[in-house]
């Protein structure tokens, strides 16, 4: 197929919704019903880090209500520009742990796959805000520099793909990155970190499904949802889509101050998620990214709330409360 054919084929409905996802800090105060106030500090911010937020999720925030959970995840402020101690560019040694470009291979057994840089929302405390994707970015060479390296070595049973978000790629060409790695015996999991099942179910189509379905792949995907309120009945629709075509479903959450950071909000997540047919998997606390320290729940804090989660939650449904430390070989597993 040309290049040519395919930028004329026509877009599917997510891609039309995506396009139409709200960047303007001005029409999102609009939207809300909240006080112009807001918009300086917030187009402020937005300038150092841009706002995207697709309009379906901006409907699952409470109107007037300038801290509602989901609003307080993507709306840009004015502490963004704060410079904290302890807080880096890249906090949790990305650059270090790259051999080749795209490729990050901190772990035994497997190796991630940043895909793309793009994402559908614009997360406040993304670790990878700071990120060089257009210095890291294995699709310029066709991925060639980074199959090799997957194939090269045959450790490694397991791709993760990451970003950004992978799933802001077209399925035609996931299908043929599936493809690829199909291609490479050891390979034996393909695992995908996304957040667009939560923040814009419509991703998940029969496109989607249909190649995830024809893999020969183990397929895993680690959804992103950190409040109740996320999910939704079209979320619950996509999430079921996904079990029912055989996708091993995991969430993971950051523990961010003013969303999550209570017992009963992080019951009602995983009962929420459980209910979606999705296993609570972790509960992060915060990379310490520049520009995010206004969402830290300290450490004892984090303690306090896992006792409290599991006085009131069947052992099955409290996540592993983790912390990703440069140069460890796992996860830090605090609780």
Not at 11 to 34: C, G, N, Y
Not at 132 to 160: F, H, K
Not at 220 to 236: G, K, L, Q
Request: net charge neutral; proline share 6%.
């Amino acid at each position: 197929m040309s290049a040519q054919s395919v930028t004329s084929l026509p877009l599917a409905h997510w891609q039309r919704e995506l396009a139409q996802a709200v960047s303007d800090p001005a029409r999102l105060l609009q939207m809300l019903e909240l006080p112009p106030s807001l918009l300086s500090a917030s187009r402020l911010a937005a300038a150092g880090f841009s706002l995207r937020v697709p309009r379906g999720y901006v409907a699952r925030m409470r109107k007037g209500d300038a801290y509602d959970p989901l609003l307080r995840q993507v709306l840009p402020v004015a502490e963004e520009a704060v410079e904290t101690a302890g807080f880096r560019f890249d906090a949790v040694g990305d650059l270090g742990a790259m051999p080749v470009p795209g490729v990050l291979h901190k772990y035994q057994g497997r190796a991630l796959l940043v895909a793309t840089g793009a994402c559908a929302i614009h997360c406040r405390y993304c670790f990878r805000r700071h990120f060089p994707y257009a210095e890291a970015n294995p699709a310029q060479e066709g991925w060639s520099a980074a199959l090799d390296y997957i194939a090269a070595d045959s450790s490694l049973r397991e791709v993760i793909l990451s970003g950004g978000d992978p799933l802001s790629l077209s399925d035609t060409r996931l299908s043929a990155l599936s493809g690829a790695l199909q291609s490479i015996a050891h390979v034996k999991t393909l695992r995908i970190h996304t957040r667009l099942p939560i923040v814009l179910p419509e991703r998940v189509d029969d496109a989607l499904l249909g190649w995830l379905a024809a893999s020969r792949l183990r397929p895993v995907m680690v959804v992103h949802a950190n409040h109740a309120h996320e999910i939704d009945a079209a979320v619950r629709h996509a999430l079921g889509r996904l079990v029912a075509t055989g996708v091993v479903l995991f969430n993971q959450s950051v523990l961010l101050a003013g969303v999550n950071d209570s017992v009963q909000a992080l019951a009602a997540l995983s009962e929420a998620l459980f209910d979606a047919g999705v296993t609570p998997y972790y509960l992060h606390l915060l990379d310490r990214v520049q520009g995010t320290a206004h969402f830290e729940v300290d450490e004892a804090r984090a303690r306090d709330l896992m006792h409290g989660l599991r006085a009131c939650l069947p052992g099955y449904l409290v996540p592993r409360l983790v912390r990703e430390q440069e140069g460890m070989p796992f996860k830090l597993v605090l609780a």
